[in-house]
Structures are given as structure tokens and as C-alpha cells.
């Protein structure tokens, strides 16, 4: 379980107070109460410094593990973040923040001179639309930024050398950056895609609100339907990193979490009233399960033996 990381499904989580008696040993609960600057989470990602930030639809939070700092829209500065309603975060593998919005597409995070650089994610044949919704991040093996929105389709964003290494000198770095793009096939209707999992052979597998796809994302061709697992009888799911060899699968119905561990199904019963669930594993210490009531943070042998 250790290569098991982003699972769930990128829909707002309330954050509501939690009785004490509904909480488990050794879970620590925040809520806006705790600094937290809005109730309804689209994501939360741990960095390298071990900061958890968490998307909200009120700004973004940086969680040090005792307080909240929020981010949020300057008017008056170019450099703040583009937009407070924050959908979907990604810690690339230089440790860079990418956050998007539902509004004004990405944002690129300089932790050094805290500001922000942006990219707009919308239609070039139509340059007066808006913004595409960002529901989705992710970062292939090439370095290249994968982003999912309300249309259908995943779009690459290929950085060029010199931003690879140093940040922009613009606010608006949009067109610095080439765009590709390809469309999600085999699904009952608009399926926003929720997990990436990139291989060094070229390969992908997405999952998404209504099935799963693979397609060769090198060459961003060949996207096809795959099959899910049996008896998965919902449709919010997402394929651990391990999907490829039917290992890890999760998903969420009503008040129930269901894991598929090494081809066995366990049900796991969350609190009465409980709806959803998002995953995260933050780090070797720390697991994250967000409900559209609760927010936990426990320790990964605690949420493992709860699933055993």
C-alpha cells in the first residue's frame, strides 16, 4: 500500500464540527473553527516541506500542522492567486504548487517570493470564452502538466526549457506554454476524470465519474475503454497506482467505503450521516480521509488495519 496515493473523486467535502464520540482513536479533526477559511474541500496535497494545503471554495490553505495561512484573489495584485474558488492542486516533482480554479484557470505557486503565475485553460478557437473548470492535476514522467475540465478532455501543457528550472517573468504565462489535448471515450456522458496514472511506457489509465480509460499519452492517441472491477456497483471510483495489476481500487456509495484490496472486497462503514470520501496518503505519518461532514488525519497503519 505504500505506492498508493491520490484515490478519490475531486467533488466538494463539507467540513462540519464532529462529536467527540464519533471520533476514532488516534484521528484529529479540523474544521473552519481550527483557522480553516472555507467548509467545502476540492483537494488537499502535502508538499515536500510538509505543509498540507487544501483547495477550498473560499481560497487556498497552507495547514503547518498548527495553524492555517489563506491565499486569496488580490484585484489590485497581478501576482496573487487568480481565483479564491480553488478545485484541484498538484505538487510536481520539483516540489512546485499548481493550483486551479473553477473560474480562472491554473495558477503556479513560487514559494520563495509567494506569488502567483498563471496559465488560462479555455478554448483557443473561441478566445472571448472563459476559463475552462480545472476538476483535475497531474504530472507525467516527461514533466509535462495534465489538467481535466468540465469539457471532456484532458489537456497537456508542455513547459518550455527555460521554465523547467526558473519561474516565469510574467504574471500571465500562458502563451509560453504549448497546449495539447485529447478527448475521454467510452463514457455514458461527460465523465470528468478523477486519477492519472502515467507509466514510462508511454501507457495511462484514467479514471473517471463513469468508467475507465487508457490511451498512449506520449503520443496522445489510442483512448479506449477499459473494464472496471467486478462487482463495483457505483459510480465514483478511481484506480489506485497499482490498478494495472488489479491491487488497490476504491470507492464511495452513501455511508460506505469500499476498498478492493488484492482482488478481496471490504465495506467500510463510515459514521451514520456520512456521505463520500476522499483519500489522500500525505506522507509516511499521515493519511487524510475527507467526508462532506468530517475531515480526519491518522496515522497509515491505523487507516490500513481499518480496511484489513
Request: proline residues 5%; contains cysteine; glycine residues 6%.
Amino acid at each position: 500500500m505504500r505506492t498508493l496515493y491520490l484515490l478519490f473523486v475531486l467533488i466538494p467535502w463539507w467540513l462540519l464540527a464532529q462529536p467527540a464520540e464519533h471520533t476514532p482513536k488516534g484521528w484529529q479533526t479540523l474544521t473552519i473553527s481550527d483557522g480553516l477559511s472555507q467548509g467545502m474541500i476540492y483537494d488537499l496535497k502535502q508538499d515536500q516541506k510538509g505543509f498540507i494545503w487544501v483547495a477550498t471554495k473560499d481560497g487556498l490553505n497552507r495547514y503547518d500542522g498548527h495553524n492555517f495561512s489563506v491565499f486569496t484573489h488580490d484585484p489590485y495584485n497581478e501576482y496573487s492567486l487568480s481565483d479564491n474558488n480553488c478545485s484541484a492542486l498538484l505538487v510536481d516533482s520539483r516540489g512546485w504548487l499548481w493550483v486551479g480554479t473553477l473560474n480562472q484557470g491554473l495558477n503556479l505557486y513560487d514559494a520563495r517570493t509567494q506569488r502567483f503565475y498563471h496559465i488560462d485553460i479555455r478554448d483557443t478557437n473561441a478566445p472571448g470564452a472563459g476559463n475552462h473548470e480545472v476538476r483535475l492535476l497531474a504530472e507525467d514522467p516527461d514533466g509535462n502538466i495534465w489538467v481535466n475540465t468540465d469539457q471532456d478532455k484532458l489537456f497537456r501543457i508542455t513547459l518550455p526549457a527555460n521554465l523547467k528550472t526558473n519561474f516565469p517573468d510574467s504574471a500571465n504565462f500562458t502563451r509560453q506554454v504549448r497546449f495539447s489535448s485529447i478527448r475521454l471515450v467510452g463514457m455514458a456522458t461527460i465523465a470528468s476524470a478523477h486519477h492519472i496514472q502515467f507509466r514510462p511506457d508511454g501507457t495511462a489509465t484514467v479514471g473517471t465519474t463513469y468508467g475507465m480509460c487508457a490511451f498512449n499519452w506520449r503520443h496522445m492517441r489510442d483512448m479506449r475503454p477499459v473494464n472496471r472491477p467486478p462487482n463495483l456497483a457505483v459510480n465514483k471510483w478511481n484506480p489506485g497506482d497499482d490498478a494495472a495489476q488489479g491491487n488497490y481500487w476504491f470507492s464511495t456509495k452513501q455511508n460506505q467505503l469500499h476498498a478492493w484490496v488484492r482482488g478481496t472486497h471490504k465495506v467500510i462503514d463510515l459514521p451514520t450521516g456520512t456521505t463520500g470520501a476522499l483519500v489522500e496518503f500525505l506522507d509516511s505519518a499521515t493519511v487524510a480521509v475527507a467526508t462532506l461532514q468530517y475531515l480526519w488525519l491518522l496515522p497509515p497503519n491505523n487507516f490500513l488495519r481499518w480496511i484489513a
